[in-house]
């Protein structure tokens, strides 16, 4: 049963970065399409980044595209989520899970193996 946990969320001004990490315990990650999600408070929980099985395919959102990037790395059974040029509104808590759907989803009821989150501020 694959199980991940986030790390690495903080608070940055406007403009600055951040990277998540999410790592998987028991499993290889490599078997599974990741996705990372986030959700502020009164909204839904949204998939702002998937990647492939192989690493090959990454999906963004239109409002994260040339700012956030998704990376795994097998050897370190971990996925990562570059956050560069943020904005207050990508303050929310970012959680990582796994899908094997075909093709991956952007529908967070496809998915499991959720963390516990790591909460992401952007204020000045």
């Known amino acids: 049963q694959v199980q991940l946990a986030e790390s690495g969320g903080g608070v940055v001004q406007p403009g600055g970065s951040l990277k998540l990490s999410c790592v998987a315990s028991?499993?290889?990650?490599?078997?599974?399409?990741i996705g990372w999600f986030r959700q502020a408070p009164g909204k839904e929980r949204e998939c702002v980044a998937r990647?492939?099985?192989?690493?090959?395919?990454?999906y963004y959102i239109d409002d994260v595209k040339g700012r956030f990037t998704i990376t795994r790395r097998g050897t370190q059974n971990t996925v990562y989520l570059q956050m560069d040029a943020l904005k207050p509104e990508d303050t929310a808590v970012y959680f990582c899970?796994?899908?094997?759907?075909?093709?991956?989803?952007?529908?967070?009821?496809?998915?499991?193996?959720w963390g516990q989150g790591t909460q992401v501020t952007v204020s000045s």
């Open positions: 990647i492939s099985r192989s690493g090959v395919a990454q």
């Open positions: 899970a796994a899908t094997t759907m075909v093709g991956g989803s952007p529908d967070p009821t496809t998915y499991y193996g």
């Open positions: 028991g499993v290889y990650i490599g078997n599974y399409h």
